[in-house]
């Protein structure tokens, strides 16, 4: 007896059904990527912060009330994500979320976080 899966599914037809809904490992990693963004409450904040604007990282910096160094290392995790891009304007960087797929998940999430919020007050 292994630790690995049984040989024998006990329902074969339930097994590839649920197959079908599994990651390519590519999208695995993303997925483990988009979360471990998530994993930090000061990026949640960001994420919420730009959920309807265009903001510099040191107005950023006031919002969510973290040094322009910390919230700089924060927005680093979160462009490796592909939940925000980085605009130069002139010699200022502005940050939006990322309009593509791992910026409406991030979104969504922080958006689900936000229910949680309500029904705890």
């Known amino acids: 007896m292994g630790n690995g899966p049984p040989e024998q599914p006990l329902d074969p037809i339930a097994v590839r059904a649920a197959e079908q ?10 997925m483990k990527q988009l979360l471990d963004a998530l994993c930090d409450a000061t990026r949640l ?3 919420r912060a730009l959920s309807d604007t265009t903001l510099a990282a040191g107005d950023l910096a006031h ?11 924060h927005l680093k ?4 994500a592909g939940a925000v891009v980085a605009r130069r304007q002139g010699n200022v960087v502005r940050y939006t979320l ?24």
Not at 21 to 30: G, L, Q, S
């Open 77 to 80: 995790v979160l462009r490796d």
């Open 21 to 30: 809904h599994m990651p390519t490992p590519r999208n695995e990693r993303r």
């Open 45 to 47: 904040k960001i994420v």
């Open 98 to 121: 990322s309009t593509d797929v791992s910026g409406d998940i991030i979104e969504d999430a922080a958006k689900a976080f936000d229910k949680l919020q309500r029904t705890d007050a």
């Open 63 to 73: 919002v969510i009330k973290r040094s322009r160094s910390a919230t700089s290392q």
